[in-house]
């Protein structure tokens, strides 16, 4: 079992910078693949990227591919989610996610954060 808590989240104006932070408690993260979704106003939780257990593949949404890059430091059971030049349609809640593959459906999940809110200004 495993404890996720997100942090980093705020507001920011289009076309700037974020960096969310995950951090694990409880079993060592090192054995989940690691994912983020996110959730805006009246729509679906959705893919936006995630990343194996050895850190040596990751997968992104089309919609944040270029801009976003999530990365983990197992040492620290902490992956990570660098956000730039973000777009007002970035607005959603953000949320961590442990697993078994690092795929893009939610079932593939076992374990989640609360979530960070972001917001994205024009």
């Known amino acids: 079992q495993v404890q996720l808590v997100e942090s980093g989240g705020g507001l920011v104006q289009a076309g700037g910078s974020l960096r969310l932070s995950c951090a694990a408690s409880g079993r060592t993260m090192r054995t989940y693949a690691m994912g983020w979704f996110r959730q805006a106003v009246g729509k679906e939780r959705v893919f936006v990227a995630a990343i194996t257990q050895t850190s040596g593949s990751t997968n992104y949404a089309d919609s944040v591919k270029g801009r976003f890059t999530i990365s983990r430091d197992n040492a620290k059971n902490t992956v990570y989610l660098q956000m730039n030049s973000l777009k007002p349609e970035d607005t959603a809640v953000y949320y961590c996610?442990?697993?078994?593959?690092?795929?893009?459906?939610?079932?593939?999940?076992?374990?989640w954060g609360q979530g960070t809110q972001v917001t994205v200004s024009s």
């Open positions: 996610a442990a697993g078994s593959v690092a795929g893009t459906e939610r079932v593939l999940y076992a374990y």
